[in-house]
Every structure is written in structure tokens, then in C-alpha cells.
């Protein structure tokens, strides 16, 4: 090979990896952005659930785990993002869950309240 053909192949190859390099950068931060996406929609979702009520614990945990990943992203470090994003979507579900548990506890009581007063009218009535 002469020096030019070198030097084209080097430039191509420079080009290549340049390419390359852009791809899986703007694929880190798609999934990242998505991710945070996710999040944000979880916390809203257990927040409508009334989780903060029910497992105030957790919702605090996926509120600052989402700030934190939302901090991240915009700081371009994509894996912390992506790392944050999720655990603050996995803290959100289980608040929405702990809420939809308490919520349902709740209202079995007060039916098993209801049959009790119920039955205590009966056996005035006999």
C-alpha cells in the first residue's frame, strides 16, 4: 500500500470509530431518558394510588431516587441515570402496592364492622 492509500484507510478507519463511538452514546442515552421517563410516570402513578399516605417511606425513596436520576441525566452520566431511574420505578411500585394492600385491609374491616353490626340488630330484633 502507498502512504495515500495508508492514510485514507487510517482516516476511514478514524471515521468508523468515531461513528461508532457517537452510536453507542446516543444509545446510552436513549435508555436513559426512558428510564427516567418510566420513573417519573411510577412515582405519579403511586402517588395518584395515595401511596404517599399509605408508604410515605417508599415514596420518599423513589422521589429522591428520581431527582437524583433526573440530576444524572443531565449531567450525561447515562448508567447512573439508567441505574437510579429504575430503582426509583421499583420503589414507586412497591408504594403503589403497599397503598392498594392498606386500601383493601381497610375496607375489609370495615365490611367485617358492617356484618357485626349487622348481626347485633339481628339478635336484638329475635
Same mark, same amino acid.
Given at each position: 500500500?502507498?502512504?495515500?492509500a495508508?492514510?485514507?484507510?487510517?482516516k476511514?478507519?478514524?471515521a468508523?470509530?468515531?461513528l461508532?463511538?457517537?452510536?453507542?452514546?446516543?444509545?446510552?442515552?436513549?435508555?436513559?431518558?426512558?428510564?427516567?421517563?418510566?420513573?417519573?410516570?411510577a412515582?405519579?402513578s403511586?402517588?395518584?394510588?395515595?401511596?404517599?399516605?399509605?408508604a410515605?417511606?417508599?415514596?420518599? +425513596?423513589?422521589? *429522591?431516587?428520581?431527582?437524583?436520576? &433526573?440530576a444524572a441525566?443531565? !449531567? $450525561?452520566?447515562?448508567?447512573? @441515570?439508567?441505574? /437510579?431511574?429504575?430503582q +426509583?420505578a421499583? *420503589?414507586?411500585?412497591?408504594?403503589? &402496592?403497599?397503598?392498594?394492600? !392498606? $386500601?383493601?385491609?381497610?375496607? @375489609?374491616?370495615? /365490611?367485617?364492622?358492617?356484618?357485626r353490626?349487622?348481626?347485633?340488630?339481628?339478635e336484638r330484633?329475635?
Amino acid at each position: 500500500m502507498t502512504n495515500d492509500a495508508s492514510l485514507k484507510l487510517v482516516k476511514v478507519v478514524a471515521a468508523a470509530a468515531v461513528l461508532a463511538l457517537a452510536g453507542c452514546a446516543s444509545k446510552e442515552k436513549a435508555p436513559a431518558t426512558a428510564d427516567v421517563a418510566v420513573s417519573k410516570n411510577a412515582v405519579e402513578s403511586a402517588a395518584s394510588a395515595g401511596a404517599s399516605d399509605y408508604a410515605p417511606a417508599e415514596m420518599m +425513596a423513589a422521589r *429522591d431516587k428520581m431527582q437524583r436520576a &433526573s440530576a444524572a441525566l443531565a !449531567a $450525561k452520566d447515562y448508567d447512573t @441515570a439508567r441505574d /437510579l431511574a429504575q430503582q +426509583a420505578a421499583a *420503589d414507586a411500585r412497591l408504594a403503589q &402496592s403497599k397503598a392498594g394492600s !392498606a $386500601k383493601a385491609t381497610a375496607a @375489609a374491616d370495615a /365490611l367485617q364492622e358492617d356484618i357485626r353490626v349487622l348481626r347485633e340488630e339481628v339478635e336484638r330484633t329475635k
